[in-house]
């Protein structure tokens, strides 16, 4: 994702985001300390924060890190925040963290994602549940979402498509909210508009479930392999308070067993290879 600078200042921009997250001038206020008198004046540019006022705003208007040195930039400073790319040096540590993560987590799927739902690193269980797929699909760099909803994808196989796709393309609208990013507005509106494969039903609202007889305590992702269907619960981890925009934009999502039917087959099968995972 691009960063791209405003000329009208940092003061609509702040603004933009207060209204955004729906907080008046004195909530905001009240929030970083400061007076309504200064965020007015801050927002119609007769005044000029400083730059710790500028981080203060935007902790408290929860702007993304890649934002702010948007606000940064505007405002006239710096930008605070490197973006390394993901192979720098400096980043060796938290590599080496992740694909132990990843690892260790094998036969159970798991992945990282960037910003865009681009995949930046899989274990082999992630490969599992690929296997099949056309290579058009699979030719780097994959995206996770255009992988999971294409109609050549994964969908055919998600025996619960409707829920799950609904679940992800809500996924999509909260980050878009809240980022503002132009490539993620564009792959919402990609695969969104995917056509469902047959059989998929959109149309038929989902009865709510029976608590003494649903058996998942989460919505399911229920995704058929060799015959066999398997049902997994999702988690998604972010790193607290990072300082450099390529690690906040990145998320590790984790696929849990929701069955005792699904730890089953995956443990019956064979030690997975030492190939690379996609």
Known sequence: MTT????????PLLRGWREQRRLSQLELALRADSSTRHISFVETGRSRPSEEMVLRLA????????????????????????????????????????????RGYEPYPALVVDGS???????????????????????????????????????????????WRGHLLHQMERQIALARSESLRALYAEVAAY????????????????????P???LPLRIEH?????????????????????????AIETFLPADPATVAYLRSLPPLGDEAAP
């Open 195 to 214: 056509p469902l494969p047959p059989g998929a039903d959109e149309e038929r609202a989902p009865e709510a479930p029976d608590p003494e007889s649903y």
């Open 4 to 11: 791209v600078v405003s000329d009208t200042g940092v003061g």
């Open 59 to 102: 902790e408290h208007l929860e702007v993304p890190v890649r934002e702010r040195n948007v606000l940064l930039l505007a405002a006239g400073y710096a930008p605070r925040y490197a973006e390394s790319p993901l192979d720098a040096p400096r980043l060796e540590t938290l590599r080496e963290g992740i694909e132990s993560l990843l």
């Open 226 to 250: 060799d015959g066999q269907v398997l049902s997994f619960v999702s988690s998604i981890s972010t790193f607290n308070t990072p300082l450099d925009v390529t690690v906040a934009e990145l």
């Open 216 to 218: 998942y305590f989460a």
């Open 117 to 163: 739902y681009t995949v930046v690193a899989a274990n082999r269980g992630i490969g599992l549940l690929l296997d099949g797929l056309p290579e058009h699909l699979l030719t780097p760099p994959l995206n996770a979402m255009r992988i999971t909803l294409h109609p050549e994808g994964l969908a055919p196989r998600i025996r619960n498509l409707r829920e």
